[in-house]
């Protein structure tokens, strides 16, 4: 499948008209009272947090591109809410009480984030929507009704999460063959570069300057050496998520990730009542090498997936152009699960990576003893988890003991990931694993492949 497009940071931008004009770089050498590095969601948010609650604190954020260069301008769109990691893990460290807690503040997000762009003036095409996810084979089905008993098991609103038959799933969205389908309400789809572009004029707004077009080569205690001066600062924040890597000392924190999407053309009318979908669904699918996908605001369709799944050493793309072979593997998803569109053309595709850390569980915190702190690991959940990030990083900064500063993914370590060539040959072995598994599974296997249970077992999935 040809595109039209390919790179250019995402299709988001392409959305607002391009990427937005630089903001200046940093000056020189200036102290101030938080220095973070690192202008996407998760920084503007700790810094929006803690403006609000002490506008006096000098805050700067330190950027290498632009605000929203990363994941925060290539996402999804999923203003999930969601719990995507492994409950039994923090459980290992917490309690029962304390892992609901974190479920719970995370399900709080997408109020908050409305909330928030209301209060703010950001139109980022924000639209409450259910979560779907369909399963077209019977493991896939199976795996539906498990995470639907596990999920009801934990969450505080067990109304909140319903189990579809093949007929109901079908009346929201016409997918191929589906068998049945798990609902969470409660979500939201975004724009997310309109959210992450709003976000940054509103931080502006409050007195936060953001320096752009400059590189931090180090992280220490009380100082951020950028190729542009020295910011010297009591907390020092650090929020580069997928980019983490890339920073001295931070090579084996989190892996970096690879995810990439396609946008077919806006599709006319005639085909949305071939497809359905008038709910607006975020759409995802119960394969192991799993789908994401959402309705735009102009009638789009974008699909991901994680194509290319891990590039040697952690690099990073060239703002955000993918591989052919990632683009005809997405638009393959697309048209087996809505073979509708298989004559619809596709304007754009691009990629981005995301943080991994080693167990799969995001954490967040601050060093007391350096006053450095961090958060990110987000696995995909980014959108709705950086503001709670954000919240959190701005009570720990503060010195203030909330609820939010006693959840169980505050201050968690994990050990690093392996060296090269092991981090590499362990996440192409997995996703090749899932997707034989998949391939098996769509053939007839009953169950789930014993196979994807061999993937997780490599990276600790």
Request: glycine share 12%.
């Amino acid at each position: 499948m040809q595109v039209k497009r390919n790179g250019d940071i995402s299709f988001w931008y392409a959305d607002l008209g391009g990427i937005p004009a630089p903001r200046p770089p940093l000056p020189g050498d200036i102290e101030v009272d938080v220095a973070i590095v690192g202008a996407g969601y998760t920084g503007l948010w700790t810094a929006y947090y803690l403006k609000k609650a002490k506008p006096s604190l000098r805050i700067v954020l330190i950027e290498r591109e632009f605000a929203g260069f990363g994941a925060s301008g290539r996402n999804g769109g999923w203003l999930s809410g969601g719990f995507g990691w492994s409950r039994e893990k923090y459980l290992k460290t917490s309690t029962r009480q304390g892992v609901t807690a974190m479920q719970q503040a995370m399900a709080g997000c997408v109020d908050e984030v409305i909330r928030v762009a209301t209060e703010e003036g950001i139109d980022a095409d924000i639209r409450r929507v259910d979560n779907l996810t369909v399963a077209t084979n019977p493991a896939q089905l199976e795996r539906v009704r498990e995470e639907c008993e596990t999920t009801r098991s934990w969450d505080a609103d067990p109304e909140r999460i319903e189990l579809l038959d093949a007929e109901t799933t079908r009346a929201r969205i016409k997918i191929k063959n589906v068998m049945g389908g798990l609902v969470i309400h409660g979500q939201a789809r975004v724009q997310p570069a309109k959210l992450v572009q709003g976000l940054a004029a509103a931080v502006e707004r409050l007195g936060v300057s953001i320096y752009e077009k400059t590189t931090a080569t180090t992280i220490a205690k009380g100082k951020a050496t950028t190729d542009r001066g020295t910011v010297r600062a009591e907390t020092i924040i650090r929020a580069t998520e997928g980019f983490t890597a890339g920073i001295p000392g931070e090579e084996r924190t989190w892996l970096a990730l690879n995810s990439a999407q396609i946008v077919t053309e806006p599709l006319p009318e005639e085909l949305w009542r071939k497809i359905g979908w008038d709910g607006h669904e975020l759409l995802g699918n119960a394969a192991h090498a799993y789908c994401y996908a959402q309705r735009t605001r102009e009638g789009r369709i974008t699909m991901g997936g994680r194509g290319v799944p891990y590039r040697y050493g952690s690099r990073t793309d060239v703002n955000g152009q993918t591989q052919q072979a990632t683009i005809d593997q997405l638009h393959a998803i697309l048209t087996t699960l809505l073979p509708q569109t298989a004559g619809s053309r596709i304007d754009h595709a691009w990629c981005g990576v995301l943080g991994v850390p080693r167990d799969w569980c995001t954490t967040v915190g601050l060093d007391p003893a350096t006053r450095i702190g961090w958060a990110g690991g987000y696995v995909g959940l980014g959108v709705s988890s950086s503001n709670l990030s954000g919240r959190t990083l701005a009570d720990l900064v503060l010195g203030q003991e909330t609820e939010l500063t006693r959840l169980p993914w505050v201050n968690r370590k994990v050990r690093p990931w392996e060296p090269e060539p092991f981090r590499w040959l362990g996440v192409h072995s997995m996703y090749q694993l899932y997707r034989i598994a998949d391939q098996r599974e769509a053939a007839g296997l009953g169950h789930t492949s014993r196979l994807a249970a061999l993937a997780d077992s490599i990276t600790g999935h």
